[in-house]
Structures are given as structure tokens and as C-alpha cells.
């Protein structure tokens, strides 16, 4: 069965990965194992100074635990497997790392799909994952609502 990381932060973009997967999955007849991956950054020496250790990897927990819980309720809706994985760490490093610790196939990431230019400049986890995994990834873009000019709004005269 394949395994399938899915790079998970809580937002639109990341649960558009998920959907995709989902759909894979119940619609293509894919035979996988989901692992909804999460990173944490890592604290800086002031959080780490004034609210100690423990109080921040307590708090990275639970915001994991919180960012995770849009992904975790999908997959579990659709009674597909998987599991869960949270690393510390640079974003597209410790995915990489977390892919080939899990084992994974493949690896899924939401993505606005800026591309060229601005997607160049902005150094996108996206675009670093492609050139990093060790497997191959899909990048899932964003479906932008339309933009709707104001004059299609306006009735006809």
C-alpha cells in the first residue's frame, strides 16, 4: 500500500492537498496510507529565555494538535487510513526528513501556484520540496475564485 505524505498547516491551501488526495483515493481507487505531516518552526532563544522549554514544546503540541484537526476530521469522514506526524524544524528540511523517516511515496502540498517571478523571489516551500524529495511530489494549486469585473455586475441598460 502507498504511503502518502501530506504537508499539513492548517490552511485552505494545505486542505486542498488533502481533497485531492481524498479523491485519489475514494473516486480513483488509490490503495494508500495518508500521513498528514505537520512542522512546527523552531523557538527562538527569547521564547525560550522567558517561557522556558517545556512551556514552548507544550505549546507547539497543542498548535499542532489544532492546525492538524481540519486534515485529521477529512480523513477520518472518508474512513481512509492514516496517521499523523509532527516535526520541528526548517519547513521543507523537516518535511523531507519526515517523508523518508514514514517511508512515504509520494508527497502532496497545497500551493497558491504563483510560479515564475513572484514565486521565484518568494522562495516557496512548494518549490524547494520539488528540488529537495527524495520522491515525487504534487503540488495541488489553490482554486482562485474568478474575479468578476464591476462592469459584468452592472444590468443592462
Same mark, same amino acid.
Given at each position: 500500500?502507498?504511503?502518502?505524505?501530506?504537508?499539513?498547516?492548517?490552511?485552505?491551501?494545505?486542505?486542498?492537498?488533502?481533497?485531492?488526495?481524498?479523491?485519489?483515493?475514494?473516486?480513483?481507487?488509490?490503495?494508500?496510507?495518508?500521513?498528514?505531516?505537520?512542522? =512546527?518552526?523552531?523557538?527562538?532563544?527569547?521564547?525560550?529565555?522567558?517561557?522556558?522549554?517545556?512551556?514552548?514544546?507544550?505549546?507547539?503540541?497543542?498548535?499542532?494538535?489544532?492546525?492538524?484537526?481540519?486534515?485529521?476530521?477529512?480523513?477520518?469522514?472518508?474512513?481512509?487510513?492514516? @496517521?499523523?506526524?509532527?516535526?520541528?524544524?526548517?519547513?521543507?528540511?523537516?518535511?523531507?526528513?519526515?517523508?523518508?523517516?514514514?517511508?512515504?511515496?509520494?508527497?502532496?502540498?497545497?500551493?497558491?501556484?504563483?510560479?515564475?517571478?513572484?514565486?521565484?523571489?518568494?522562495?516557496?516551500?512548494? =518549490? =524547494?520540496?520539488?528540488?529537495?524529495?527524495?520522491?515525487?511530489?504534487?503540488?495541488?494549486?489553490?482554486?482562485?475564485?474568478? @474575479?468578476?469585473?464591476?462592469?459584468?455586475? =452592472?444590468?443592462?441598460?
Amino acid at each position: 500500500m502507498l504511503r502518502i505524505m501530506i504537508a499539513v498547516d492548517g490552511s485552505p491551501l494545505a486542505l486542498d492537498a488533502v481533497h485531492h488526495a481524498l479523491d485519489l483515493v475514494s473516486r480513483g481507487g488509490l490503495r494508500a496510507t495518508l500521513v498528514l505531516g505537520h512542522v =512546527q518552526e523552531e523557538a527562538t532563544l527569547l521564547e525560550l529565555a522567558t517561557q522556558g522549554a517545556d512551556a514552548v514544546a507544550a505549546a507547539s503540541v497543542e498548535a499542532a494538535g489544532h492546525l492538524l484537526a481540519p486534515a485529521l476530521a477529512l480523513a477520518r469522514a472518508a474512513q481512509v487510513p492514516h @496517521e499523523t506526524e509532527i516535526g520541528l524544524g526548517p519547513v521543507a528540511a523537516t518535511l523531507v526528513d519526515m517523508v523518508e523517516r514514514c517511508g512515504c511515496d509520494a508527497l502532496f502540498i497545497g500551493a497558491r501556484g504563483l510560479g515564475g517571478l513572484r514565486g521565484a523571489l518568494l522562495g516557496s516551500v512548494s =518549490q =524547494q520540496l520539488v528540488h529537495m524529495s527524495p520522491v515525487p511530489v504534487t503540488v495541488v494549486k489553490h482554486d482562485e475564485p474568478a @474575479e468578476v469585473d464591476e462592469a459584468d455586475l =452592472q444590468e443592462p441598460v
